[in-house]
């Protein structure tokens, strides 16, 4: 009975996972693709499509895991709509190296969170989302766009590493909603742990550490923000 | 001496038209893409995106030639860029249906265009345009929507019959100018004709014929534009 009880949560969670991951990588497909056609340059709209493509690939090899399990994408995904939505609407870049910003910091977050969960998981699941959330080359592209910017014009990096701080706050909240809402990925967080916020609460604390090498990478640390920038 | 001109015409067609084609099909991407990202269902965007991925495999394709052929992508790109920005930017969609009108009769009479050019190159180049050109099941998409959407609410047939008018007139007013503005893509048009503009003239006339099957096909040429719809 216990084991039929633990093989069902680990099932809905492996579900909500992999319909949460597929919904972030067609948003990600869409907002790569919004910034590949905005792009100054031709090799820049192509890198950047190049990544959104990729990110689309991601997407593919998680709806067929999901049709393999017999589950509708539509229904593993609809959970998730307005969270995502609502951290994009609430994170619209106001410009090109914001939006860089954007896809760097709150990918990373974002994957940590999904890597943190996965862990929590069978292997095989571990391994696709392992897989799908592999570097697109995105990563480079951005660290070296943002530090030429940067050097361009110091005063730029005050305005990001505000942006920055204002996408992880973001990012964490509404992980933290959606870890309420879907009790099914609650129960997962929380489980072998008594005191199951304190486990909730040191995952959160796990999520902002990792963030500070992001932000190190972009060259965004040492710069405090701006006491005119502050709200 | 002939020979060799004659030689060199040929290879500034065939760079001009992989230019051309390759830009246009990089902002088919970007627009499909948008048009994914607002698709009021998740079916609907995954069709889209499914779309959009497919035309960007078209858009590699073309950079791969102009790559084998030591082209600069980007110089090949370059000079046709302003006209298809001025289509985009004249046809901005008002609504969802206009987008999908926009993707097939748009897109329909441009790879009309591209064809005709690919007749007068060398099979290579033929064989590849049609590649690039081939159905990426966007047709049966829209004419599926758009007749749902005709046979749910008749009155936007009218409006809908007015906008492909209208976007045959922008797609053919760029075509124009394109086939102005590059010598070589002239001079391959008229070729082996002495009354050119007599030549080009009947191209033009063919293009619009051709997209007679298109409006009938989305179920628009029985419908006259309305009197009040009329500019």
Redesign the interface.
């Given at each position: 009975m216990i084991d039929l009880q633990h093989s069902s949560e680990h099932a809905d969670g492996v579900v909500d996972l992999l319909g949460l991951l597929s919904y972030a990588t067609?948003s990600g497909?869409?907002r790569l693709?919004?910034d590949?056609?905005v792009a100054a340059?031709?090799?820049d709209?192509?890198a950047l499509?190049e990544m959104?493509?990729a990110e689309?690939g991601h997407?593919r090899q998680l709806?067929g895991r999901l049709e393999q399990l017999n589950v509708d994408?539509?229904a593993a995904?609809?959970p998730f709509?307005p969270a995502l939505d609502a951290f994009h609407a609430r994170t619209r870049p106001a410009d090109w190296l914001e939006g860089l910003v954007k896809a760097y910091v709150g990918d990373g977050i974002s994957a940590d969170f999904y890597r943190m969960i996965a862990d929590l998981l069978d292997p095989r699941t571990q391994t696709l989302v392992n897989d799908v959330l592999a570097d697109t080359g995105q990563a480079d592209f951005v660290i070296v766009r943002v530090r030429e910017a940067i050097t361009e014009n110091p005063s730029v990096a005050g305005r990001l590493a505000l942006w920055a701080r204002r996408l992880v706050g973001e990012a964490l909240g509404q992980a933290q909603r959606v870890a309420a809402e879907r009790e099914s990925l609650a129960r997962l967080l929380a489980s072998g742990d008594p005191g199951q916020r304190g486990k909730i609460g040191r995952m959160f604390s796990r999520l902002t550490d990792a963030n500070s090498g992001r932000m190190a990478a972009l060259g965004l640390t040492s710069h405090r923000v701006p006491p005119a920038d502050r709200p």
């Open positions: 067609l497909f869409f693709s919004a590949a056609a340059s031709l090799p709209k192509i499509s959104a493509v689309y997407f709806l994408p539509d995904m609809r709509v």
